[in-house]
């Protein structure tokens, strides 16, 4: 019996140091990130944007080298559960992706300005070498001296501050013209705004929003109205407002007009083709520095923006991230009783909005060589 003892001992404690080896640390500090030359940082990590990044990679719509890392920022006080995401990460075993939480409170008097979190803001930004800001909620109208709309909903103002203060840090805006921007360090950093991306992109360097299109831009007052009119000015799935239908496509495709490069040359012959739409607020006062490179077949809306100190630096007003839009066999449902449905790339493949977005990948994945 004593003889054992002992081997198993060490069979028990080899098993634990095992376990412990196979278990990576997910959650790191701004100190620990120290890599410029591979790290991509995303903001807003829930389970869905991982999948995105996952998949966009995994599959070279984005293509990027094999020892690329990811990590996800967020606020601690956010709304949205990060534990979830650390579930899924853990769950899957993936081990490119860690998350970084931030936990210095902020508010609207203190993200345009030196403050609790500017530290982290460049330690991140100095141990990465892009960063991306995807979608997402209304932001509150006091980041840009404006009062709430009513038919603004603020659901998450931890998340905006965070990504508004960080957005500030990194480009600079009208706040402060003496204010120095972390970009003027390295001005080959990239930095994407996806939808709020691109509206939080123009917010904190100084600009303001549209709170409503429907109601301040058309001049319609119900989502009926909105329905009937022309389907280029209808920027999200309004069919949803009336909850009949559950299996609809969360958003709407209508065309925009790209009008400065690069995205001229992403859509090869076309400069018109169909994206992905999900939002009803939009640009309006441009920020400090900031160029429109794209429109709404119409002139009404800023569909995309560049930067005019920083060449790294853009922002689309749509969606080019979604899975769906690259997959063959994924049918979608815009309106309901809808009696077939098709993919994206049956609807507008080639020049008809395909070629684009995969071209738009390839650009952003060139400017993280």
């Known amino acids: 019996m004593k003889i054992l003892v002992k081997p198993i001992i060490i069979g028990l404690l080899l098993m634990f140091f095992a376990c412990k080896k196979e278990s990576p640390k997910i959650l790191i500090t701004a100190d620990e990130l120290c890599d410029s030359i591979n790290t991509v940082v995303f903001m807003h990590p829930t389970v869905n944007n991982i999948k995105t990044v996952k998949y966009l990679t995994e599959n070279k719509i ?27 990460i853990l769950k899957n075993g993936i081990d490119n992706i860690r998350l970084l939480p931030i936990v210095h409170k902020l508010n609207a008097d203190v993200i345009y300005n030196n403050n609790d979190c500017s530290i982290d803001f460049e330690k991140i930004f100095k141990g990465s070498k892009a960063i991306i800001f995807f979608g997402g909620p209304d932001m509150p109208p006091a980041c840009y001296g404006d009062s709430t709309n009513l038919l603004t909903v603020i659901t998450d103002p931890n998340r905006h501050y965070l990504e508004l203060s960080f957005l500030y840090h990194l480009l600079g805006g009208y706040q402060d013209s003496a204010f120095n921007p972390l970009l003027k360090q390295n001005q080959k950093y990239t930095v994407l705004g996806i939808c709020l991306g691109m509206q939080s992109i123009n917010v904190a360097t100084g600009g303001t929003l549209y709170q409503d299109i429907p109601t301040e831009l058309y001049g319609l007052r119900t989502v009926e109205s909105v329905l009937v009119a022309e389907p280029n000015a209808q920027h999200r799935n309004y069919y949803n407002n009336f909850a009949t239908d559950t299996g609809l496509i969360w958003g709407s495709f209508h065309q925009v007009n790209f009008v400065e490069e690069p995205f001229k040359t992403m859509a090869t012959s076309n400069t018109n083709p169909f994206v992905l739409s999900s939002h009803h607020q939009c640009i309006k006062r441009v920020g400090k520095y900031l160029k429109v490179a794209a429109y709404s077949m119409d002139g009404k809306i800023i569909e995309a923006i560049t930067h005019n100190t920083f060449p790294n630096v853009l922002g689309v007003q749509f969606h080019p991230e979604p899975p769906l839009l690259y997959k063959q066999d994924e049918a979608l449902k815009l309106i309901p009783n809808q009696t077939s449905s098709a993919s994206y790339i049956d609807l507008y493949s080639g020049d008809g909005g395909e070629n684009f977005h995969r071209n738009f990948w390839l650009y952003f994945g060139k400017l993280l060589e």
């Open 62 to 88: 984005l293509p990027v080298s094999n020892n690329t890392s990811f990590v996800g920022v967020y606020h601690s006080s956010a709304t949205y559960n990060y534990n979830q995401s650390k579930d899924y």
